[in-house]
C-alpha cells in the first residue's frame, strides 16, 4: 500500500483517524488503512496533555491584534501568570523567556514592553537583559548628553 506522508506523520504523531480525515480532507477508512499498513495501534481517544510546558504555554495564550499576547490561562496566588505541568507550577512569563532566548532566565522575569500582563515571548525581560539595557542606556547618556 501507498502512504501518502502526511497522514504518516499525523499517525505516527498520535493523532486520530477522524482527526486526521478532517484536517487532510480524506476519508477516515484510507487513514484506518494507512494505519493498519503501519502496524500503529488505535490513537487514544480523549483530551492530549501537553507533551512540554511550551506547549502548554502556548495552548494558554491570546494574540492581541499589535503583537502582544494575554494570557488565557490560570494566575498564582500573586495574580501572575502560571500554569501546571508535570505536577509543578510554572511561570508562564519564565516559559516565554525562554521560548524567546533559548535560555533559562536569570532571576525575576517580567514584560519589558510596557504593557502590564504580556506575555508574548519577544517582550519579556528577565535581570540579566534589564542590566545591561541600564548599560546601554547609560552609554547613550554619556555619549550623546541625553536620557534613552
Request: charged share 25%; net charge positive; glycine share 8%.
Amino acid at each position: 500500500m501507498n502512504i501518502r506522508a502526511d497522514i504518516a506523520e499525523l499517525l505516527h504523531a498520535g493523532h486520530s483517524d477522524r482527526a486526521i480525515a478532517r484536517q487532510l480532507h480524506v476519508d477516515a477508512k484510507t487513514v484506518s488503512a494507512a494505519r493498519a499498513a503501519l502496524a500503529l495501534p488505535k490513537a487514544k481517544s480523549g483530551y492530549k496533555a501537553a507533551a512540554t510546558p511550551e506547549d502548554l504555554f502556548w495552548r494558554r495564550v491570546k494574540p492581541l491584534d499589535d503583537g502582544h499576547m494575554e494570557w488565557a490561562g490560570s494566575r498564582n496566588s500573586s495574580g501572575l501568570p502560571s500554569l501546571r505541568h508535570g505536577g509543578r507550577n510554572l511561570s508562564a512569563y519564565r516559559i516565554a523567556y525562554r521560548i524567546a532566548t533559548g535560555r533559562e532566565p536569570e532571576g525575576h522575569v517580567k514584560p519589558g514592553c510596557g504593557r502590564a500582563g504580556c506575555v508574548a515571548p519577544a517582550c519579556q525581560t528577565d535581570r540579566a537583559t534589564r542590566a545591561e539595557d541600564r548599560k546601554v542606556d547609560a552609554l547613550h547618556a554619556a555619549i550623546f548628553g541625553e536620557s534613552a
